[in-house]
């Protein structure tokens, strides 16, 4: 892949065709196994009970549901991002550009409310986890419908403030680059949907941009502080658990902690380095090309966490995929 210039006017971008080959069949692989694997979770935890996991379920389900509208989202917009002009370019390309522009617009909107939604989620998560093994006596406060209603009011807030700040910042646009085919020179993505960052929204894009970095950052400090009480609670209380109890719980723990770290390896942590080297003038476009090749894949490193470390449910997919659904036990 090269970038090139057209006269003065315009930056042209090629991508060889074994790039754009893979790019499409590694798009469809990542939604078909984040759409198995976590439509398998979902029904396998329908058939477990007992204590382990009973005041969990309904999180890891939402986990799962979640984790699918995203797979969903990003198989139908086949995102790409880039610097043109000093603000951020969003191109849609997948299924959904060939509808409306305003549709393509909505979807990509829709995307950063499930990416900050999994923060979100991830932060109650691990609060939840923390309260249910260390502290067991406040669950039953934890169960009200005040605290409940509470939390759902604040999500809520949460999400409808990261759609305010998302639909007033984005718009369409027709002033972008040209991308071609790097063999051909034949042009790339004419039905695609070009969205950009608004230049008299600066501010707007600044508060943005703190407000979606203090809910990771909280999401992080929250699994940091929870799982290092966690893990010290289950060792100054051993005699209180099982061994197989507390290997379970710490291996659940640790897969909490990956599918939280996993969209900040594979989509923040590589855009934040392209805005650096942009900054510096440093022309390296294609490092969030290859990214979204890997960023695709997070709701499906998510459900394979699940499945690989959290044994009951592990257990209930392999009744469910072996067509012998039937009630399984969830202690560890």
């Known amino acids: 892949m090269t970038a090139d210039q057209l006269g003065n006017s315009h930056e042209v971008y090629q991508f060889s065709r074994i790039y754009l080959t893979f790019r499409s069949i590694n798009g469809g692989l990542a939604f078909a196994a984040a759409f198995i694997m976590n439509t398998l979770i979902i029904f396998g935890i329908r058939f477990l009970h007992g204590n382990s996991l009973r005041h969990f379920r309904g999180l890891l389900i939402t986990l799962s549901v979640l984790d699918i509208l995203h797979a969903f989202v990003l198989g139908v917009t086949g995102m790409g991002f880039h610097f043109y002009k000093g603000r951020l370019l969003v191109v849609v390309t997948g299924l959904i550009s060939l509808g409306p522009p305003e549709l393509s617009f909505y979807a990509y909107i829709f995307y950063l409310e499930t990416l900050i939604a999994f923060f979100i989620l991830q932060l109650i998560i691990f609060f939840c986890r923390y309260v249910i093994i260390c502290l067991p006596e406040k669950v039953p406060t934890m169960t009200k419908t005040s605290f409940v209603v509470g939390a759902f009011s604040c999500v809520t807030m949460l999400c409808f403030a990261q759609f305010y700040f998302c639909s007033s910042l984005y718009s369409l646009t027709t002033d972008h680059p040209r991308f071609e085919v790097a063999e051909t020179d034949e042009e790339l993505f004419e039905n695609a949907v070009f969205l950009t960052t608004q230049a008299d929204r600066a501010i707007l894009y600044l508060v943005h941009l703190v407000f979606t970095n203090i809910i990771m950052l909280t999401s992080v400090v929250f699994m940091v502080f929870c799982s290092a009480k966690i893990f010290a609670f289950l060792r100054q209380n051993e005699s209180s658990f099982s061994e197989t109890t507390r290997k379970g719980q710490r291996k659940m723990t640790v897969s909490l902690m990956l599918q939280t770290i996993s ?27 290859y990214s979204m090749l890997l960023h695709v894949w997070q709701p499906a490193i998510s459900a394979l966490v699940t499945i690989v470390f959290i044994t009951p449910v592990r257990r209930a997919i392999r009744s469910v995929v072996c067509c012998s659904p039937k009630t399984v036990n969830s202690e560890f």
């Open 263 to 289: 969209p900040i390896l594979t989509g923040i942590i590589p855009l934040y380095v392209y805005i650096y080297l942009d900054i510096k003038h440093v022309g390296h476009f294609y490092i969030t090309c």
